[in-house]
């Protein structure tokens, strides 16, 4: 319990905890936060990592200078490209396994999975990048399902450039404003509730979908 309560204090005091890792670790708070990217796109057990809200952090203190923002922009659209990457290719190497001879993962699944991506691979793989926790399995389920990589890297890459761009642009231009200034907090939380609000409204519609064609049964 006490992981998972230190864990969500340091996502929602972004702000308090990067500011003391840039004062304790100085340059090398470029490697950590490539490393947490990284993570977050790259494992499907670590989707909890902070993702948007750490971007955003991270380009609020380039705003103030203690970050370059140029520097920023190129080692973490890597990290978020390479996580990708990895992922993909966890999921084209383990996931045959886990469906062979498995009662809980049927060998059906896997082929709608091969189905779905070869027709919505690409879009599926960009939104997802604004997507938390769905973002960390996308690129997973990408590569059980036997999505084309030359397909798969062109959306991973472009995804990840702009997903970064965004995000650390956002905290740039926005970070600093007194009003977000001095409600980082409250900023922050609310970067997560609407990073998730897409994925719940998705979520909301397809039971209102499948409850309509229940009823038309």
Do not use: C
Not at 128 to 141: D, G, H, N, Q, S
Not at 142 to 147: D, I, L, P, T, V
């Amino acid at each position: 319990m006490e992981p998972f309560i230190f864990l969500m204090d340091f996502i929602i005091h972004l702000d308090e905890h990067l500011g003391i890792l840039i004062q304790s670790y100085g340059v090398f708070v470029y490697a950590i936060l490539f490393f947490i990217v990284f993570l977050e796109t790259g494992f499907v057990i670590t989707p909890f990592l902070p993702g948007d809200s750490l971007l955003f952090a991270a380009g609020a203190f380039a705003a103030i200078g203690a970050l370059d923002l140029s520097v920023l922009f190129i080692l973490l659209s890597f990290a978020a490209i390479a996580g990708d990457t990895i992922n993909y290719w966890i999921g084209h190497k383990l996931g045959p396994k886990v469906f062979k001879g498995s009662r809980l993962f049927k060998k059906e699944y896997l082929e709608k999975a091969e189905r779905f991506y070869e027709k919505h691979g690409g879009k599926t793989i960009f939104i997802a990048r604004f997507l938390p926790i769905i973002r960390t399995f996308a690129p997973f389920v990408a590569g059980m399902g036997k999505m084309r990589y030359k397909r798969f890297i062109i959306y991973n890459v472009f995804g990840g450039l702009v997903w970064v761009f965004l995000f650390l642009s956002a905290g740039f231009l926005f970070g600093n404003i007194p009003v977000i200034k001095n409600n980082f907090t409250f900023a922050i939380i609310g970067i997560i509730i609407a990073s998730f609000l897409p994925s719940l409204i998705g979520y909301i519609l397809h039971k209102r979908k499948n409850k309509k064609l229940a009823k038309t049964f």
